[in-house]
């Protein structure tokens, strides 16, 4: 899929839409093109397209086909869960940790101004969130607690399971104390939904954020899962769109990709997740032989399958994507939301890393384009980068 | 474009994606899908993409492309422009009008709540705001002012330009008296877009609403246009996307395609304008004859080209549609988000019709593929299907 001769391993920032994705979507750009609010008969094409693209989502991830909220990514998704729950709650207090996408945390001063409090719990160094924290964090006005299922630079996967077992433990306690305060739980699973399952009553959560445009689907594209119950607010009023949470003429194509896509990858998780591993060990064993002073980010296990992320001391990781861009490997020094920025990752920093260890730094991400070819060309490639680098760098 | 043989006459729900904007979309579907903000070379393309889309959009407005914010649509743009300013200023106040498109109006409770207040002002009997009734309604807090350039049911196009020149005279007035209190003006051009100049100076506007889904571009795609100096907050935060006001990895594709969908409407917009005029005033002009009771809604003259909304004494719109898609003719009985609904236009109530003439009215809204044989039809099809509307409801 990739068009060109270069080795991208990128999949984390986009992924490439997937052609039968894309063969769902077109029927939507090319003929369908009827407002699914819209009473005449041809609107039932569109309509239906929606309703069956929802029941997709829903069967793929455990819940009520009215619990699925469709958005355009993301982003949205993260801002709707947050800003929506805690706008039907006033002066509330709010739970994340520290390492969760700027989709979540640049929404704590707006809604400190608001008169909400927030409180960022610390992840371990080796980037995973303790549940005793998270539950220590919980006081009696909290509504809302967000832990992302997986981190997007250091693939770090979170105990979300467990910390809904000690948010329901809260919730019993609340109701015996007779406290009327509600409590949410609330999952980014952007960057899990590749590997991981995302069934909401095993996960335990109230609400989840998919984006398209990191499963092989559309841009422009995602959802909320809302269970049944969760109070809150929208974030977009209108024509009173998706039962009311999300206005807005729906984007039927969006939608419909959407829905393929999350079929395509929760099919392919299991065994995708299972060589993508294998490939990432075996890669970063040889690059430790190379360069033994590459630092792991995250735990080793705990992680995403397609996640590698190191530091490289003595090498500037701007320096080591454009060095690798020559060399025809697209990589990133972190989410690329902040690729452009001068500042160090907010998440290496985090995990304990110096401001300079978070600067030398490279994330690699692998997808279905990824293979053994792949992974020998970095480790063929990266070794000399580093040493071109680091010499660069003794001689200014 | 229209795939059957059936009449299309509901362009202001939906309109077909054109060739030309789905043929500038597709490479970034089918091929450049690198994440915008990445830093290696391949990204430039989606980049520059973005950026060159956002200087064709800015060239049409006549602003500077760093005022464009790209948005998912039309709702999301009232929404960011209306919630945007109004929390970037606690505790203010609002002026609108009370045919508003529903993305406007249903802000109106959740602002009240978060402390803001708004007066909306009625329109005359023909669905123009008057200026002065806007004056009135403009205190000394009043720090947003929102009319619609053209309404999306009976198509009536408001004095903006008038507006912004009384709007332009508070402000040095307010000068004059030392109150630092700014005053925006937002206009939704998203139903205008097709017909009417957008020129941001001469309009003499602040924010502006555009949206791809009812200019023969993409569902899902939309601009803000927000001139320099206008303090607002964003609706989504995150990565810090088009200039920090909307987060979100950029949907490549339908900025690509809004940008190429806006420019073709803004080139044809005097011609087809004229042609649709001429169409939509001799279709008038037959019904009226073969059904003397009809009621134009809306003024004659200061309107959309494309549309004609009129109350059909004692013949449920609901049905009128029906039949007419029994006919092969689509049409609405209003806007397209709230047709779902059994409450009347709160449009047609505003022009003083009781709820009884509200639900007796009907929607025809033409387009490019709207000719001499589709009004034909209508004419010939539509006052027989009042007669026997009109039977039944004697029957009954």
Redesign the interface.
């Known amino acids: 899929m990739t068009?060109?001769p270069?080795t991208y391993l990128?999949y984390a920032?986009?992924?490439?839409?997937d052609p039968t994705v894309?063969a769902a979507m077109r029927p939507y750009?090319?003929?369908?093109?009827?407002?699914p609010?819209?009473?005449?008969?041809?609107a039932r094409t569109t309509r239906a397209a929606i309703e069956s693209s929802r029941a997709t989502v829903a069967d793929l991830i455990g819940c009520k086909p009215t619990e699925i909220v469709f958005t355009?990514?993301?982003?949205?998704g993260?801002?709707l869960a947050i800003a929506g729950v805690l706008?039907a709650h006033p002066k509330s207090h709010w739970v994340t940790t520290n390492i969760e996408?700027?989709?979540v945390l640049?929404?704590i001063k707006?809604l400190e101004?608001?008169g909400h409090a927030c409180t960022v719990v610390p992840v371990t160094s080796a980037g995973v969130v303790e549940v005793g924290a998270i539950e220590v964090a919980i006081t009696d006005h909290t509504v809302l607690v967000s832990v992302m299922l997986a981190n997007n630079e250091i693939g770090t996967v979170q105990p979300v399971g467990e910390i809904s077992r000690a948010v329901r433990q809260i919730r019993l306690d609340r109701t015996r104390r007779g406290i009327a305060t509600p409590l949410f739980l609330h999952t980014d699973a952007v960057q899990a939904a590749n590997y991981l399952s995302l069934h909401v009553d095993r996960l335990g959560i109230d609400l989840m954020s998919l984006?398209g445009?990191k499963i092989y689907g559309?841009?422009?594209?995602g959802a909320l899962y809302v269970r049944t119950g969760t109070v809150m607010?929208p974030?977009?009023?209108?024509?009173?769109?998706e039962r009311g949470r999300r206005?807005?003429?729906?984007?039927?194509?969006?939608i419909v990709g959407f829905a393929s896509a999350l079929a395509l990858v929760q099919s392919d998780r299991t065994s995708e997740g299972r060589w993508l591993t294998e490939l990432r060990d075996d890669l970063f064993k040889q690059l430790k032989i190379a360069i033994p002073s590459l630092i792991l980010n995250g735990d080793p296990v705990r992680r995403l399958p397609n996640n590698l992320n190191f530091t490289v001391p003595g090498a500037e990781g701007?320096g080591l994507?454009?060095y690798?861009?020559q060399a025809g490997i697209?990589?990133?020094?972190g989410?690329?939301?902040?690729?452009?920025d001068l500042d160090p990752s907010h998440v290496l920093l985090a995990l304990g890393r110096t401001r300079e260890q978070a600067s030398q730094s490279l994330r690699l991400t692998f997808g279905r384009g990824t293979d053994a070819a792949s992974t020998a060309r970095v480790a063929a490639e990266l070794p000399k980068i580093v040493a071109r680098l680091r010499e660069l760098g003794r001689v200014q």
Chains 1, 2 share one sequence.
């Open positions: 068009p060109n270069q990128d920032a986009a992924t490439p839409l894309y750009l090319e003929t369908a093109y009827a407002n609010s819209s009473v005449y008969t041809v355009s990514g993301g982003s949205e993260d801002n706008r996408h700027d989709a640049e929404q707006p101004r608001e984006a445009s559309p841009k422009g594209s607010d974030i977009i009023y209108g024509g009173g769109q206005s807005g003429t729906e984007n039927v194509a969006a701007e994507v454009l690798l861009d697209l990589a990133s020094t989410s690329a939301c902040s690729s452009g």
